[in-house]
Antibody, heavy 122, light 108 residues
Framework: QLQLQESGPGLVKPSETLSLNCTVS??????????WTWIRQPPGKGLEWIGT???????YYNPSLKSRVGISVDTSKNQFYLKLSSVTAADRAVYYC??????????????WGQGTLVTVSS | DIQMTQSPSSLSASVGDRVTITCRAS??????LLWYQQKPGKAPKLLIY???TLQSGVPSRFSGSGSGTHFTLTISSLQPEDFATYYC??????????FGQGTRLEIK
């Protein structure tokens, strides 16, 4: 069974960079049938797509965050990563990693991490 | 960018009721529409993909329909475990996805 697990600091200072890891187990990140994606959810609010990466390193970002976001992958570790720079209180959210099928008709986001809450505070 | 709009934002209903949630896309997305259920403190759970295909293990009281820009999620007879927040998501522009703002289904 595929599992994803987010990890990283739960507290980040304003103007600094948020960094999270997503470890994939039970399957290879180097698959040509899936992307790997980051999604966030501010407390009490809806889901926001942050960005997506293919195992080759090709990335796609939400235009609203593009200037501050970087997503990368390490296939040798079966991990992918999120960096969000210049954070503010508005970036406080639960951050999820998930697997996204390449086929638009495919069964969507079947597998998610449990989510990690990141708070921005000095 | 494709925008997804759900209605209503919240809904009160009773066990046994039939409820329908609507999702509209800002442009045609064919049938590339998914529905998720989210309970507090948990990651969303996939219910339906390709607008009307039930994910394995999801009860048959859930159904989806629509194409183009207008989609619906129907729960035929609400059960206590169905009270949650529901989100639609477009996969037309994969890998650039987008969610609706959510519909909170509450017990009346």
């Amino acid at each position: 069974q595929l599992q994803l697990q987010e990890s990283g600091p739960g507290l980040v200072k304003p103007s600094e960079t948020l960094s999270l890891n997503c470890t994939v187990s039970g399957g290879s990140i180097s698959t040509n049938t899936y992307y790997w994606t980051w999604i966030r959810q501010p407390p009490g609010k809806g889901l926001e797509w942050i960005g997506t990466i293919y195992f080759t390193g090709t990335t796609y970002y939400n235009p609203s965050l593009k200037s501050r976001v970087g997503i990368s992958v390490d296939t040798s570790k079966n991990q992918f990563y999120l960096k969000l720079s210049s954070v503010t209180a508005a970036d406080r959210a639960v951050y999820y990693c998930a697997r996204l099928p390449i086929a638009a008709s495919g069964p969507g986001l079947e597998f998610w991490g449990q989510g990690t809450l990141v708070t921005v505070s000095s | 960018d494709i925008q997804m709009t759900q209605s209503p934002s919240s809904l009160s209903a009773s066990v046994g009721d039939r409820v329908t949630i609507t999702c509209r896309a800002s442009q045609s997305i064919s049938n590339y529409l998914l529905w998720y259920q989210q309970k507090p403190g948990k990651a969303p759970k996939l219910l339906i993909y390709a607008a009307s295909t039930l994910q394995s293990g999801v009860p048959s009281r859930f159904s989806g329909s629509g194409s183009g820009t207008h989609f619906t999620l129907t729960i035929s007879s609400l059960q206590p475990e169905d009270f949650a927040t529901y989100y639609c998501q477009q996969s037309y522009a994969i890998p650039r996805i987008a969610f609706g703002q959510g519909t909170r289904l509450e017990i009346k």
